[in-house]
């Protein structure tokens, strides 16, 4: 059975200092990748979606970068964190692409910025 | 803006009742999805429902679509506490790599 695991569970950073946030997937072979952030008590918006190793794409810019160094690893990160960077982040995995595509969640970060 | 929206921000309902959170999207769409997410938890796909498809069932759980009128519905019967979540419903942008949520409706189901 595929787990998907997220790492650290909550962070409390202050503004300014880096981040980085981790997730893996288990048993499933070349999936599809993507960030969430989640403002607390909002919706679920897409940052980033990888497709494969290496290969990141960018879909909403908040000042954060991600990169997948492996085919179950994905990292998302930044050097400077800001207080609007407070929130929840999931990472998802899928097998297909596109509209019919069903995204399964991991269990999320919760990142405070002081 | 939102491609896709809830129509109501919270819905409660005692247990056994049941309930329909209601979605409206703005474009066309090949399919929708509604998810559910409980608190604390990442969100979990209920039912994904095709633009071809009228209506799908899960369980308890029975989502319509009406392309026409570019609306959804998500109905549960005989209701649990443990319904009580956040349910959205979302679809793909036009571009087909952005899945795009609503706001979400805050479900809870009373004892």
């Known amino acids: 059975a595929q787990t998907i695991h997220q790492w650290p569970v909550a962070e409390i950073k202050a503004v300014g200092s880096p981040l980085s946030l981790g997730c893996t997937i288990k048993?499933?072979?070349?999936?599809?990748l993507y960030w969430y952030w989640q403002a607390t008590g909002g919706t679920l918006q897409q940052l980033f979606y990888?497709?494969?190793?290496?290969?990141v794409e960018s879909v909403v810019q908040l000042n954060l970068s991600a990169s997948r160094p492996k085919d179950d690893q994905f990292i998302l990160s930044t050097e400077k964190l800001l207080l609007s960077h407070s929130g929840f982040y999931l990472c998802?995995?899928?097998?297909?692409?596109?509209?019919?595509?069903?995204?399964?969640f991991g269990p999320g970060t919760r990142l405070l910025v002081l | 803006s939102q491609l896709a929206e809830e129509n109501s921000w919270a819905l409660s309902v005692h247990e056994g009742e049941s309930v329909t959170v209601n979605c409206s999207y703005k474009?066309?769409?090949?399919?929708l999805q509604w998810y559910r997410q409980k608190s604390g938890k990442g969100p979990a796909q209920l039912i994904l429902?095709?633009?071809?498809?009228r209506e799908k069932r899960n369980g308890r759980l029975r989502a319509t679509l009406d392309t026409s009128s570019q609306s959804s519905s998500l109905s549960i019967t005989a209701t649990r506490c443990e319904d009580t979540a956040v349910y959205f419903c979302?679809?793909?942008?036009?571009?087909?790599?952005?899945?795009?949520f609503g706001i979400g409706t805050l479900l809870s189901v009373k004892p």
């Open positions: 998802a995995w899928s097998l297909d692409w596109g509209v019919q595509d069903t995204q399964y």
């Open positions: 048993g499933k072979s070349s999936p599809n």
């Open positions: 990888s497709i494969t190793v290496g290969q």
């Open positions: 474009t066309s769409i090949t399919a």
């Open positions: 429902i095709r633009s071809n498809e």
């Open positions: 979302a679809t793909y942008g036009s571009s087909g790599n952005k899945l795009i």
